[in-house]
Nanobody
Framework: QLQLVESGGGLVQPGGSLRLSCAASGFTLDNYAIGWFRQAPGKDREGVSCISRNGGGTNYADAVKGRFTISKDNAKNTVYLQMNSLKPEDTAIYYC??????????????????????WGQGTQVTVSS
């Protein structure tokens, strides 16, 4: 059974850092693009970052560029989101999601939630003093 499990969320002060993990089971990340999304109360789910099937392509939302870094460890079948210089507006539930990716598109990824097939349960990130 294909499953994604996020971890690493928590409460952090503004300017602090967190590293989120997205562990996959039941499938190999080698054949999927992975995205990180977030949803704050009363707001739509938005794309934060994504990484391509081969890890060579990444994208970031303008709001997190220069502060967040996405990476993947195929040996551990896990994708990470390193979040630095956190701001109160980063507070949200963070989700990872997977979408099958062909070899033709192995260096590409998109941050459109509707394009992703498989979702984790989410992890809460709260940035507050």
């Amino acid at each position: 059974q294909l499953q994604l499990v996020e971890s690493g969320g928590g409460l952090v002060q503004p300017g602090g850092s967190l590293r989120l993990s997205c562990a996959a089971s039941g499938f190999t990340l080698d054949n999927y693009a992975i995205g990180w999304f977030r949803q704050a109360p009363g707001k739509d789910r938005e794309g934060v970052s994504c990484i391509s099937r081969n890890g060579g392509g990444t994208n970031y939302a303008d709001a997190v560029k220069g502060r967040f870094t996405i990476s993947k460890d195929n040996a551990k079948n896990t994708v990470y989101l390193q979040m630095n210089s956190l701001k109160p507006e980063d507070t949200a539930i963070y989700y990872c999601a997977a979408v099958p990716s062909s070899r033709l598109l192995q260096a590409m990824c998109i941050m459109t939630p509707a394009r992703y097939n498989y979702w984790g349960q989410g992890t809460q990130v709260t940035v507050s003093s």
